[in-house]
């Protein structure tokens, strides 16, 4: 048997915790919380359903992450979303790894989004494939924005969706999408980039030609079409704000000259 610890980093999550904790239930050696400093029930219901909580105030996503890998009595870390599910299939999936000799230190596995009333199985969301299952103590999560799991060797795949319940309304993919670019502009401009004219032109429309046509975001019908128009407009927005960094950068060192 490979024990498996499930890790989650949550923060007001009170209406999907419920579900991710429950379809773990038949899979999990134990449950590992690390909460960021929710004002509703998530620690409660966390503990509800046999996890152990941890408060740890929220510094980024791959911190929080191997800071409850790292609270976890077991080897073997399953580290899951609040607003995530397993499949049926993905729960036997995972029963059956348990039972055999691991032949990987990484597992992924397929995750399928519901996004404003439906499955999207294309549009660059699917498969989507989602390293999650893994050894501590051969990979760890790295990464201001785009956490990442870094490891070596090759990856091991499981059958079954991880279900991803990421966006009900268009109004929350707008605020998502506004949080999302701002974050990722810092990021760049921390980093030393600074040309973003070309790329805010010539990456929009491209943005949108690899889900709608390369992507087949026309095979989900409107919601591709949403999905398309909205992965060009954060390209655009991420370059504008980053050039709206650079711009007052120079305006700043312009004044400072003076």
Known sequence: MNPLSVCLVVQNEQENLPRVLQSVQGIADEIVVVDGGSTDRTQEIAREYGARVFFRAFTNHADQKNYAASLASQNWIFLLDADEELSEELI???????????????????????????????????????????????????????????????IGRLR?????????????????LEKYTTAIAKEMFDQGRRNWRAAMWLATPWSWIRHFFLGAGFLDGYRGAVISQMAARGVRLKFA??????????????????
Do not use: C
């Open 160 to 176: 079954g969706n991880l279900l991803h319940y990421t966006v009900r309304t268009f109004p929350e993919h707008e605020a998502k």
């Open 241 to 258: 704000k980053l050039g709206a960094l650079v711009q007052a950068e120079k305006k700043k060192t312009s004044h400072g000259a003076g």
């Open 92 to 154: 036997e999936s995972v029963r059956g790894w348990k039972k055999q000799p691991p032949q990987f230190d990484v597992y992924e596995m397929p995750r399928l989004t519901w996004y404003l009333g439906a499955w999207i199985h294309h549009s660059r969301w699917y498969p989507d494939w989602q390293r999650r299952i893994y050894r501590r103590d051969k990979a760890s999560f790295s990464g201001v924005i785009h956490s990442a799991l870094r490891f070596e060797g090759k």
